[in-house]
């Protein structure tokens, strides 16, 4: 059996239930309506914490399900259990895998599909954008590698899947003599706010691309239909 592949929570180490928390927080958010939903890992989490966040991902109505730590087994866990119900968001924003240590890229992948599975089938009018998994280490090793190799696995297997796009952000992370600087991930794994701001502005286009043609397609059949519009969010 696929560990990445099987929906648990974390282990409680700490003893706190602080995941847990945090989780049914995310279920009492469910109700606030977002138009672009984040999921994932601490690389989601962070950038909640960024101003890149407040001044282009909140007027967007945008909710952060980002918890530290997670594996792609926690993050299907909690998408079958609660956090994508009452909600119709219009794009889900998934990162998650670098956290799979001692699993093979294979395995990853197929952890990654899963969530993508389930978010299909609970989120259908959604768009999915998935990020690929960002490189790690100051300098090249094997981590670095496999997530590279996810990434490439990817690509070949979600090509064509209907309302999927892979967005890789990776360009100009690693520089030419193979080290990341610490101005874009001060600890070679989290993203600094200025690296947000470099190696997500790709997203923040397509997600902005992704909303403005939503709007556009359903003022159009609201149009054709004959019925009152409703005026378009124009925060």
Same mark, same amino acid.
């Given at each position: 059996?696929?560990?990445?592949?099987?929906?648990?929570?974390?282990?409680? *180490? #700490?003893?706190?239930?602080?995941?847990?928390?945090?989780?049914?927080?995310?279920?009492?958010?469910?109700?606030?309506?977002?138009?672009?939903?984040?999921?994932?890992?601490?690389?989601?989490?962070?950038?909640?914490?960024? @101003?890149?966040?407040?001044?282009?991902?909140?007027?967007?109505?945008?909710?952060?399900?980002?918890?530290?730590?997670? #594996?792609?087994?926690? /993050?299907?866990?909690?998408?079958? $259990? +609660?956090?994508?119900?009452?909600?119709?968001?219009?794009? *889900?924003?998934?990162?998650?895998?670098? $956290?799979?240590?001692?699993?093979?890229?294979?395995?990853?992948?197929?952890?990654?599909?899963?969530?993508?599975?389930?978010?299909?089938?609970?989120?259908?009018?959604?768009?999915? /954008?998935?990020?690929?998994?960002?490189?790690?280490? #100051?300098?090249?090793?094997?981590?670095?590698?496999?997530?590279?190799?996810?990434?490439?696995?990817?690509?070949?297997?979600?090509?064509?899947?209907?309302? *999927?796009?892979?967005?890789?952000? $990776?360009? +100009?992370?690693?520089?030419? @003599? +193979?080290?990341?600087?610490?101005?874009?991930? @001060?600890?070679?794994?989290?993203?600094?706010? !200025?690296?947000?701001?470099?190696?997500?502005?790709?997203?923040?286009?397509?997600?902005?691309?992704?909303?403005? &043609?939503?709007?556009? !397609?359903?003022? &159009? @059949?609201? !149009?054709?239909? +004959?019925?009152?519009?409703?005026?378009?969010?124009?925060?």
């Amino acid at each position: 059996m696929n560990p990445a592949t099987t929906p648990v929570p974390p282990e409680d *180490v #700490q003893g706190d239930n602080r995941w847990m928390n945090i989780h049914e927080r995310f279920l009492e958010e469910t109700l606030l309506e977002p138009e672009v939903l984040f999921i994932g890992d601490s690389l989601i989490r962070n950038l909640a914490h960024t @101003d890149m966040w407040r001044q282009h991902f909140v007027p967007m109505h945008s909710l952060n399900f980002g918890i530290g730590g997670d #594996q792609t087994q926690h /993050v299907l866990w909690r998408v079958l $259990n +609660g956090e994508l119900e009452h909600m119709k968001p219009k794009v *889900v924003v998934l990162l998650v895998g670098t $956290n799979n240590v001692g699993h093979l890229p294979e395995m990853i992948v197929e952890g990654i599909r899963e969530v993508i599975k389930v978010i299909q089938s609970k989120q259908p009018q959604a768009y999915l /954008v998935l990020i690929s998994l960002l490189p790690r280490g #100051q300098k090249p090793n094997p981590l670095r590698e496999r997530n590279a190799k996810v990434n490439e696995l990817l690509k070949e297997q979600l090509v064509g899947l209907e309302k *999927v796009q892979v967005l890789d952000v $990776n360009e +100009g992370i690693v520089q030419a @003599d +193979g080290k990341i600087d610490a101005h874009d991930m @001060d600890d070679y794994l989290h993203l600094t706010p !200025e690296g947000y701001r470099k190696f997500f502005e790709p997203l923040m286009e397509l997600l902005t691309q992704l909303l403005t &043609e939503g709007e556009e !397609e359903e003022l &159009e @059949d609201c !149009e054709s239909s +004959g019925s009152a519009c409703s005026p378009l969010k124009t925060e």
